[in-house]
T-cell receptor
Framework: AQRVTQPEKLLSVFKGAPVELKCNYS??????LFWYVQYSRQRLQLLLR??SRESIKGFTADLNKGETSFHLKKPFAQEEDSAMYYC????????????FGKGTTLSVSS | KAGVTQTPRYLIKTRGQQVTLSCSPI?????VSWYQQTPGQGLQFLFE???????NKGNFPGRFSGRQFSNSRSEMNVSTLELGDSALYLC???????????????FGPGTRLTVT
């Protein structure tokens, strides 16, 4: 069955420190992975998807099929990065519905 | 372009009652998905509609149902409410319902349902 695991509920770092939010998955077929972010009092929104290989707001994520991981990284955290981050993959082979991990709260302090 | 809208934003219901939540997708979007968000379970997929047809369904009991209208607006209904149904219900729309570059899901603000 499709599954997304985010092992950390909370990650606290200081401003300027590197950040790595972990995501592991199980998926039958060719996976597509996403990171969604929810800032305080804002809607859940797409941060990045592995297929586009973009860097958004300084964040990158590399799909590692061998380790079934899609960790989100940023070399220097900023206070405005504080938010809830969700890793997600498709519910199945058809449609656009997603299965989400339970999320990791990132707290960046000065 | 207006974003995804959900009504009502807040609801308080009593155990045993039923409730209907509404979602209006972004204009032109044809796919609507529903999710339940709780502190303990996170975001759980309920169902997805595309062109008035239910395409996918999550692992929720039959008390949870939904539908989509010809204008792509969607409703979800929960019958015989239980205390555990208290949650934030999120709706998301996407342009085509196909997994291409218009795959991105756009989320609404949610409806906060409290069951007492």
């Amino acid at each position: 069955a499709q599954r997304v695991t985010q092992p950390e509920k909370l990650l606290s770092v200081f401003k300027g420190a590197p950040v790595e939010l972990k995501c592991n998955y199980s998926y039958s077929g060719s996976p597509e992975l996403f990171w969604y972010v929810q800032y305080s009092r804002q809607r859940l929104q797409l941060l990045l998807r592995h297929i586009s290989r973009e860097s958004i707001k300084g964040f990158t994520a590399d799909l590692n099929k061998g380790e079934t991981s899609f960790h989100l990284k940023k070399p220097f955290a900023q206070e405005e990065d504080s938010a809830m981050y969700y890793c997600a993959l498709p519910h199945n082979q058809a449609g656009t519905a997603l299965i989400f991990g339970k999320g990791t709260t990132l707290s960046v302090s000065s | 372009k207006a974003g995804v809208t959900q009504t009502p934003r807040y609801l308080i219901k009593t155990r045993g009652q039923q409730v209907t939540l509404s979602c209006s997708p972004i204009s032109g979007h044809r796919s609507v998905s529903w999710y339940q968000q709780t502190p303990g379970q996170g975001l759980q997929f309920l169902f997805e509609y595309f062109s008035e047809t239910q395409r996918n369904k999550g692992n929720f009991p039959g008390r949870f149902s939904g539908r989509q209208f010809s204008n792509s607006r969607s409703e979800m209904n929960v019958s015989t409410l239980e205390l555990g149904d208290s949650a934030l219900y999120l709706c998301a729309s996407s342009l085509t319902g196909r997994r291409d570059y218009s795959y991105e899901q756009y989320f609404g603000p949610g409806t906060r349902l409290t069951v007492t």
